[in-house]
């Protein structure tokens, strides 16, 4: 330190913290660093929404653009043969029947299965919510947690065999899938109802009661009224799930590519029939364009009922 | 009918749709546990599938869809757990973050199906993977993302502003908060986030299908080295898994035994996910009581 003199001295001194106060610190780095990770991971997930929507369009758009098959045959048409030729000479591609089954078995599940919802979650709110909490809340996850293969397979083994034996017939068919798709759905839209629910405020209720309401009057002129966006909401989104389940229709609705002719016949849901046909087409030929245009189907459902929940959200929190 | 009685009749009828809900789920476990427990047994686990005779065993189902899950999981929780963070720490208040939250919640309600077959046409096809353990992971991962992620979001969520203040005011940078405060406040949360996940993709077969592929190939359980094809590690050998053997023995219907084995299987896979949610239960608890001073 001799040979150098103390202003000297200073000035290095001042040098170092002229940098550590200029420079980013260490800290900073550390953030940067985290940051950066965090903004990959979810650039990654955006990025793969994105690709799953470009790469099931193109390929479900492939039947219109390549086969030159029209929009509307495909929609109205009734006879789901795509190897085949008709009698002028177009590929047998109408997907009605699977759309009509399909619509078929989600609005009944649905309809089936959301008094059962509203009672279960009624039961859990206003009735006996300590109880109810304790003992429903497992048996809303355990009914969640059922694989939906053996949904299907109990559909299989019990309710097909019993439908036959009540109604005759083969047994399968709209009627099986909705009985397995109900049960499937219960748990969503029991678990969303509970929320939406919950979240009426207390003094909806006292005030209601204070009135001299009964309970019953209470819920169902008050709490139900005001909770109604959130049900619809749990509804779509129990819609949402039937319309996009797959092995488990597949495995009670008999897979055959007819129109259905009531709750009895066996059919083909949108599902069902891409889980079976995918396996047995050679990519790029027009039977296999066909069902990638049923997959682009499901894929724009879905994103339906997402725009619908959107909808019933905005207009539910005007009021 | 007056009010009072209308009550009664109401009250009456919800508390018949609930004794319906329990009914249903006790008849569904009764019958999986009564039907399927007599066909589980030491056999039944360790041996191999057979197509065309009866007496086959779910060894080698069982192992993959464990392995299967593990790979998962291994795949989807960091990216998880980086997209839960930015959601829950970093995400300002815009229109990207908007579009984000969109596109996690379309892709937590498309079907897995679909999700399945983007699988097929990428992996299985275009990157030339053919049905492969590899395929049926990322398949997998791409289900499970969007729930993980928004578990993991809420459960960082729940820990209080005041932890991070604390950590701020210290100077620590907020990298450092997250993962020194925050994600170990959060960790009770997450874990569960993580086994409850862990069950569905355990169960799930529809993604499966044209992924991981429907058959189950001899594998050697002695031979450990990843690359080599006989190995029971290779990730890129096709992979039937217990749902996805569950679903092909009752459809294509050339196994005598199907019922029998389908019974055993499903007894296995609820056991399992039973086990998954007591333990995701228990774990939770237990981690939080280990780390707070909550009694």
Same mark, same amino acid.
């Given at each position: ?59 479900? +758009? ?13 929609? &109205? ?58 003992? +429903? ?37 709209? +009627? ?90 066996? &059919? &083909? ?48 929190? +005007?009021? | ?17 609930? !004794? ?5 789920? !006790? ?47 291994? *795949?989807?929780?960091? *990216? ?18 908007? *579009? ?32 492969? *353990? ?66 569905? !993709? ?94």
């Amino acid at each position: 330190m001799e040979g150098i003199k103390p202003e000297a001295n200073d000035k290095l001194k001042m040098d170092g913290i002229k940098k550590e106060l200029r420079n980013p610190s260490k800290a900073t780095h550390q953030d940067y660093f985290g940051k950066t990770i965090s903004y990959i991971c979810i650039a990654f997930v955006g990025l793969l929404v994105l690709s799953i929507l470009y790469f099931i369009t193109t390929r479900g +758009l492939a039947t219109f653009t390549q086969d030159h098959v029209s929009l509307w045959a495909f929609l &109205s048409g009734s006879n789901w043969n795509p190897g085949m030729l008709d009698s002028h000479g177009n590929p047998e591609i109408g997907a009605l029947p699977m759309i009509v089954t399909s619509f078929s078995v989600t609005v009944l599940a649905a309809l089936v299965a959301t008094p059962f919802a509203i009672g279960v979650a009624l039961f859990m709110t206003e009735i006996s919510p300590r109880r109810g909490t304790k003992f +429903l809340q497992p048996v809303i996850e355990l009914l969640v947690g059922i694989p939906s293969v053996v949904y299907g397979f109990i559909g299989l083994s019990v309710i097909v065999p019993l439908i036959r034996h009540a109604f005759g017939g083969t047994g399968f068919g709209i +009627l099986a899938g909705t009985i397995v798709l109900f049960v499937m759905v219960l748990p969503t839209i029991t678990s969303l109802s509970i929320d939406s629910i919950r979240s009426v405020p207390m003094y909806y209720r006292s005030a209601s009661l204070a009135l001299g309401a009964t309970r019953w009057q209470t819920i169902h002129k008050v709490v139900l009224r005001a909770a109604t966006p959130g049900i619809l909401t749990a509804i779509i989104f129990g819609m949402a799930r039937a319309f996009g389940e797959a092995l488990a229709v597949q495995m009670v609705i008999g897979n055959a590519t007819l129109m259905p002719h009531g709750l009895l016949t066996p &059919s &083909s849901t949108l599902t069902s029939q891409l889980t079976t046909g995918i396996g047995n087409t050679t990519m790029g030929t027009l039977p296999n364009n066909a069902l990638w245009s049923l997959a682009l189907i499901l894929l724009l459902m879905s994103l339906v009922f997402n725009i619908i929940v959107r909808i019933i959200g905005k207009r539910g929190s +005007l009021k | 009918m007056n009010s009072k009685a209308a009550n009664n009749v109401a009250t009456g009828v919800i508390y018949a749709l609930v !004794v319906a809900v329990v009914g249903i789920l !006790v008849f569904l476990l009764g019958y999986i546990l009564i039907t399927g427990v007599p066909h589980v047994s030491f056999h039944f686990l360790t041996s191999a599938a057979e197509s065309f005779k009866s007496g086959g065993g779910i060894r080698d189902q069982l192992f993959n869809s464990l392995y299967l899950l593990v790979l998962t999981l291994l *795949i989807s929780f960091p *990216i998880a757990l980086g997209s839960g963070i930015y959601l829950s720490e970093y995400a300002p208040n815009n229109w990207f973050t908007n *579009i984000i939250r969109t596109a996690i919640e379309v892709l937590s309600s498309l079907p897995s199906v679909v999700v399945g077959l983007f699988g097929y046409l990428l992996f299985v096809i275009k990157f030339n993977l053919g049905f492969s *353990i590899l395929a049926g992971a990322i398949a997998l991962t791409f289900f499970n993302l969007p729930l993980l992620t928004r578990s993991i979001e809420e459960s960082l969520e729940d820990v209080p502003d005041l932890q991070r203040e604390a950590g701020l005011s210290l100077g620590l940078s907020r990298w450092k908060t997250i993962t020194g405060i925050v994600f170990p406040a959060a960790l009770p949360g997450i874990l569960t986030g993580i086994i409850l996940s862990a069950g569905r !993709v355990f169960g799930e077969a529809a993604a499966l299908i044209y992924t991981a592929g429907q058959s189950a190939p001899m594998v050697s359980y002695s031979n450990w080295n990843p690359f080599s094809p006989a190995s029971f590690l290779n990730p890129m050998r096709p992979a039937e898994t217990l749902a996805v053997h569950i679903w092909k023995v009752n459809t294509e219907g050339v196994t005598p035994d199907a019922l029998q084995i389908s019974s055993g299987a499903s007894a296995v896979l609820i056991v399992v996910i039973l086990l998954f949610n007591l333990g995701a239960r228990f774990l939770g608890n237990w981690v939080y009581k280990r780390m707070t001073a909550a009694k």
